[in-house]
């Protein structure tokens, strides 16, 4: 059976050594002094192996100091019974190289040849169910002359079965306003672009060009419920670019308005390699003079074809106002008390089902002072004064939870509720409390698919809250127990320090009492999990060691059985691959790492 010490024999370095974490493993001579029912062995005065069931994949990040290679998935990951990984291989890196730039006829200007500056943005979806797949972002350079890349970016080469990749080069934006220095943003020159691509070697893309001859245009006015142009406007097409899926995007080019007139150009194909809008997009204007309250317009559902769209703001406006709003909550002796630091978003919304206008949108977004006011600038007119609504997110690890409800515009206090405070232990297999393990609550995926959209981006707002356990091993975190009617559940993540022999673990679905009248709830007393200690060697296309790479090892979700029991499951329902232990390579490529071997649940 294994040994009761919680420290290892320290082994000299030496080729061929593992350099075992210092406190991670008990000590053993033999076979015996290990858990030999799993199939753990005693290799060089420690245990190793015996690791926990399910099947695994792997994904091994290079060293930055080696460009040449890339960071690689291994869609089916084994684990061995004696915790020898051997050697874990990392592919070597190819580059797509280009360069980007507007759409130009002869007759216009400009037209200097000149690259223009854009995110460059490479992805592809995962080689195994739930993984993150690959993301790379690159800048390409503005005013590169012509016959010069402007970018390249490292990938991992296409193989078989892999899908494509998709690359999007969005030009670069100056945000909210235009350039101050009265140039041109690349934004305003040309729309997005996206594409697809297999590449198994160096790729050389040529020249990129947004936008062609073809493209749609969106002209229009904007103008107030009188028909005079507003002046200080930036418009832009939100939609899909190859994926009706994905979040709502710029779909086109950026128009910053001094007049009223403005004009986009929407994305579109000049050949088979780049995809088109997918569905309809919603045109918006929104006010950059930060001096003037405005709304921001949207005409939505529009077809992607070149026409003509006026957007007019709503009559009965109403005037501008300051409005101060206390956030009051109670705090730990049942006083009233102001709540500082809070995140308040105020929204008003009008819409209206006619030509010119789809929906009218005023919003604040401010933090609490010190004095717990939240100093908003909002328009009183009934076109709002009936649909503001608040949101109030305290800030982390506050004892205080959220508040979404409507607001009247009279100033008078918002009294946030109390969370609930979620209590417990982590204790040894002795049942002593063990301390300085950091916890951390995060919602679980059928609490996030169990609200809308509105439900969803507002807990995603909301900073998870996290805790150390203290010597004798307590710990409480301040969770919020329901949001808007779906009551929540958490995933708690507990993070050990050197010195404990436990791998990193997670308690998945922690179910909140359904009683809007408790305050606290006291978790059963959680122990550290039996612990697998796996070692291999990380190394490069050729079988060289490399030091300082990582290898992330993770468990694929085979039970997909939550997207039928939640609400709002997204559209792929893709249950994510749980990461379960990494470890970084030694100079000499060894890597070690730590996994939990959880028991089943009931």
Known sequence: MRAAELYIVTLALCAGCLDVPAGKQPQCTTNADCDVSVGEVCDQGACWGGPPAGQFAAIVVPPSARPDLISTEVPAQALASDGDLGNVSMGAAITVAGRVEPFCASSSNPCS????????????????????????????????????DSFSISVPPTMAGDEPFTITFTPTSTGAAPPNNGTVSPAELAPPLRMTLQATSDTELGTITLGNEDSPVITGTLTDAQGQPLEKYRVVALGHLGDANAPLTQVSTVDYTTTGQYSVTLAGCSDQTCEDIIGTVTLEASPYDTTVAAPTLYAPALQPVSTEQTLSQPAAMGNPISLAIPIQGLNGDGAVAAVSGAHVIVTGTFVQDMVGLGSAVVQADVQTGDDGIANVQLLDGNAFAANYAIE??????????????????????????SRLALSGSVVDGNGKGVGNISITATPSLRFQWSLDAGG?????????????????????????????????????????????????????????????TQTSY????????????????????????????????????????????????????????????????????????????????P
């Open 392 to 417: 109030v997110i305290p800030p982390a690890n506050s004892a205080l939870g959220v508040y979404a409800k409507p607001l009247a515009l009279d100033g008078s206090p918002i009294r946030v509720p």
């Open 456 to 516: 969803q981006s507002l807990l995603a707002e909301i900073p998870p809250a996290t805790a150390v356990t203290d010597a004798s091993g307590a710990f409480t975190l301040d969770v919020d127990p329901i949001l808007d009617t779906v009551w929540a559940y958490y995933d708690l993540d507990f993070t050990v320090p050197d010195g404990v022999q436990a791998a990193d673990w997670t308690h998945t679905e922690i179910a909140i009492p359904r009683d809007p």
């Open 113 to 148: 040849g000149d690259s223009i500056g854009a995110t460059v943005t490479v992805s592809r979806p995962s080689r195994f169910p739930g993984g993150p797949g690959f993301t790379a972002v690159a800048t390409a350079t503005d005013g590169v002359a012509r016959g010069t």
């Open 522 to 601: 006291a978790l059963a007393a959680e122990p550290l999990p039996a612990t697998a200690f796996m070692h291999g060697t990380l190394v490069d296309a050729a079988g060289i060691a490399v030091g300082a790479g990582e290898l992330r090892i993770f468990e694929i979700e085979t039970d997909n059985s939550l997207c039928a029991q939640v609400t709002n499951p997204p559209a792929s329902c893709a249950i994510p691959a749980q990461p379960l232990g990494h470890g970084t390579s030694a100079a000499n490529g060894t890597v070690q790492l730590a996994l939990p071997r959880m028991p089943d649940a």
